[in-house]
């Protein structure tokens, strides 16, 4: 990671040096769309695109907050963590640390600059690593260690003034914290897959996450890159879409007499299909789909089996295009494009929808001919430049 850019932006505004500086990695759902806060499965990787933000403390209970994407900067005192509506960006931040707050971690304020080479609403987390990387820095400012009960002895620093990196223990509350900041403070009722990714990401390798147990696996992921283009439709999360998928799919499960849609298979759905209305039946199908894709795919990638690891990518796409219904028209030609080319082994959205991006499983030696078709074809149809980039597999944050 590359911290010279936020380590400018924060001498620029503040005039010295910062204490501290982390960062957190955006990530790229790979396989199982919607599947998380449904206790299913999903593959994901965190990718070399990072928020970074560097902070030193002060004494007088404010945050100032400053960042290289908004010309608003935003300042408040920690005792009033409210939204402030010229500075909707900040509201990561605060619901952060409301929760560590809420949790019993002790910190007062601090100067912090914010940098991010993660493009926002592309679907690749932005809002997660903001999160992931609030609670970072709080740690190495006010150090708290976590537990399921709260905060706990804080971690010595070694002689060198680090801290320990964080165990996984600590690092599945950390996701829970700032997921609850997400769904708490922004409004978005989204799973736990962003937060975990962020913080589990190994390189080279696919994140297997179970969502019912809250468990993640790395797999060697397959020697191909990973190409993401952006639609350039901001994808809205907050506006509901995605709340009202969820509550399609949680009430299609209590129809079904279901804790969760992981618990449903086709037959059954198929037969109970009388009990739901169109849209809990078609968001239920796609999700039951989908955990099953991600089974096989799981299966095909143990057994290096790329293309047909690819052809669940697509028929992903397929289904949440159809029956989730969180594609649009700019993704769906991404994905026709890419699937047309020869080097691409797979394709499909990424993410909450509603815009945002595409992932393209790419064979290694056709990537420089992909690019620049893909990009060209994409600005003869939209009229739009597009530029295709290739993601590399990173480790997490923590
Ligand atoms: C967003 C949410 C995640 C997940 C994906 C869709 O990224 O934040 O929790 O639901 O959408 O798979």
């Given at each position: 990671?590359?911290?010279?850019?936020?380590?400018?932006?924060?001498?620029?505004?503040?005039?010295y040096?910062?204490?501290?500086?982390?960062?957190?990695?955006?990530?790229?759902?790979?396989?199982?769309?919607?599947?998380?806060?449904?206790?299913?499965?999903?593959?994901s990787?965190a990718?070399d695109?990072?928020?970074?933000?560097?902070?030193?403390?002060?004494?007088?209970?404010?945050?100032?907050?400053v960042?290289?994407?908004?010309?608003?900067?935003?300042?408040?005192?920690?005792?009033?963590?409210?939204?402030?509506?010229?500075?909707?960006?900040?509201?990561?931040?605060?619901?952060?640390?409301?929760?560590?707050?809420?949790?019993?971690?002790?910190?007062?304020?601090?100067?912090?600059?914010?940098?991010?080479?993660?493009?926002i609403?592309?679907?690749?987390?932005?809002?997660?690593?903001?999160?992931?990387?609030?609670?970072?820095?709080?740690?190495?400012?006010?150090?708290?260690?976590?537990?399921?009960?709260?905060?706990?002895?804080?971690?010595?620093?070694?002689?060198?003034?680090?801290?320990?990196?964080?165990?996984a223990?600590?690092?599945?509350?950390?996701?829970?914290?700032?997921?609850?900041?997400?769904?708490?403070?922004?409004?978005?009722?989204?799973?736990?897959?962003?937060?975990?990714?962020?913080?589990f990401?190994?390189?080279?390798?696919?994140?297997?996450?179970?969502?019912?147990?809250?468990?993640?696996?790395?797999?060697?992921?397959?020697?191909?890159a990973?190409?993401?283009c952006?639609?350039?439709?901001?994808h809205?999360?907050?506006?509901?879409?995605?709340?009202?998928?969820?509550e399609?799919?949680?009430?299609?499960?209590?129809?079904?007499?279901?804790?969760?849609?992981?618990?449903?298979?086709?037959p059954?759905?198929?037969?109970?299909?009388?009990n739901?209305?169109?849209?809990?039946?078609?968001?239920?199908?796609?999700?039951?789909?989908?955990?099953?894709?991600?089974?096989?795919?799981?299966?095909?990638?143990?057994?290096?089996?790329?293309?047909?690891?690819?052809?669940?990518?697509?028929?992903?796409h397929?289904?949440s295009?159809?029956?989730?219904?969180?594609?649009?028209?700019?993704?769906?030609?991404?994905?026709?494009?890419?699937?047309?080319?020869?080097g691409?082994?797979g394709?499909?959205?990424?993410?909450?929808g509603?815009g945002?991006?595409?992932?393209?499983?790419?064979?290694?030696?056709?990537?420089?001919?992909?690019?620049?078709?893909?990009?060209?074809?994409?600005?003869?149809?939209?009229?739009?430049?597009?530029?295709?980039?290739?993601?590399?597999i990173?480790?997490?944050?923590?």
């Amino acid at each position: 990671m590359d911290t010279s850019a936020v380590n400018i932006l924060f001498k620029q505004h503040f005039g010295y040096t910062p204490a501290h500086v982390v960062g957190a990695p955006g990530r790229l759902e790979v396989l199982g769309n919607h599947t998380d806060y449904n206790e299913g499965l999903v593959m994901s990787v965190a990718v070399d695109k990072y928020v970074s933000i560097a902070a030193s403390p002060r004494t007088d209970g404010k945050v100032e907050l400053v960042s290289s994407a908004f010309p608003q900067r935003d300042i408040f005192w920690i005792s009033e963590l409210k939204h402030n509506p010229a500075a909707p960006w900040a509201d990561y931040v605060k619901g952060t640390l409301v929760q560590l707050r809420k949790r019993g971690v002790h910190f007062s304020g601090f100067n912090a600059a914010i940098h991010s080479t993660i493009p926002i609403g592309a679907g690749m987390s932005s809002s997660a690593a903001l999160e992931v990387a609030t609670a970072l820095i709080v740690r190495q400012l006010f150090p708290y260690s976590l537990t399921e009960l709260g905060a706990s002895v804080p971690p010595p620093r070694d002689n060198r003034g680090r801290l320990p990196p964080l165990e996984a223990k600590e690092k599945l509350h950390l996701a829970r914290l700032c997921q609850a900041a997400e769904v708490e403070f922004v409004g978005v009722n989204c799973g736990l897959l962003d937060q975990l990714s962020c913080l589990f990401g190994r390189a080279y390798h696919v994140m297997n996450i179970d969502c019912r147990f809250q468990s993640v696996h790395h797999a060697p992921m397959p020697g191909e890159a990973l190409v993401v283009c952006d639609s350039g439709v901001k994808h809205r999360l907050a506006a509901g879409e995605y709340n009202a998928l969820r509550e399609h799919c949680e009430s299609a499960a209590r129809a079904l007499g279901a804790k969760s849609l992981r618990s449903v298979d086709l037959p059954w759905l198929k037969a109970n299909r009388g009990n739901l209305n169109q849209r809990q039946y078609e968001c239920a199908y796609h999700v039951v789909g989908e955990i099953q894709r991600v089974v096989f795919a799981e299966k095909a990638l143990s057994d290096d089996d790329h293309r047909q690891f690819g052809q669940y990518m697509f028929l992903s796409h397929e289904s949440s295009r159809d029956f989730l219904k969180n594609s649009c028209p700019e993704l769906d030609l991404l994905v026709e494009l890419a699937r047309a080319h020869p080097g691409c082994l797979g394709a499909r959205l990424t993410g909450g929808g509603f815009g945002g991006a595409t992932i393209n499983l790419v064979a290694y030696h056709q990537v420089e001919s992909f690019i620049p078709a893909i990009a060209e074809q994409s600005e003869q149809r939209t009229g739009r430049k597009m530029k295709p980039v290739v993601c590399q597999i990173v480790d997490g944050a923590g």
